[in-house]
């Protein structure tokens, strides 16, 4: 089962609408972000999101593209051993997220601690524009 994909998720589109909240929520208005002008000057189709936001959505991709697991009480975020921004999201793109099984560790108070990777693309562009190692631990009753 290791290294076998465990789910996709659905679609999710980064209208500039979400960038500019993510931008007020962070505080980081780098104009990238929220200038069209500045971001066709860096060298992006106009403005693009934050590396941050990404990541922020593997959360919601995942509920959409990870199968529950029978008896568990709750998913934890535990951290990530590895994230890397290998390209930009431009305004209005829609992502999909692709999750494969990395490992598998039954802890002794009966938790579970998933590695998954997690590699997220864009609609229509070669390449990912991020991939993780994604550690979340499983509690069950």
Request: proline fraction near 4%; aromatic fraction near 10%.
């Amino acid at each position: 089962m290791e290294g076998q994909e465990i789910g996709r998720s659905d679609w999710v589109e980064i209208s500039q609408a979400r960038i500019d909240a993510f931008a007020d929520v962070t505080e980081d208005w780098q104009a990238i972000h929220l200038d069209p002008s500045v971001g066709s000057a860096a060298g992006f189709d106009g403005t693009v999101a934050h590396g941050f936001l990404t990541l922020s959505m593997l959360s919601a991709m995942a509920y959409s593209g990870v199968p529950q697991i029978e008896g568990q009480v709750a998913s934890l975020n535990y951290g990530f051993d590895r994230v890397r921004f290998t390209g930009p999201v431009p305004a209005g793109a829609r992502m999909l997220a692709t999750f494969t099984l990395r490992s598998l560790e039954s802890r002794p108070d009966g938790s579970l601690m998933v590695l998954t990777g997690v590699t997220v693309r864009v609609e229509g562009a070669a390449r990912a524009v991020l991939m993780a190692d994604w550690r979340i631990l499983y509690t069950f009753a």
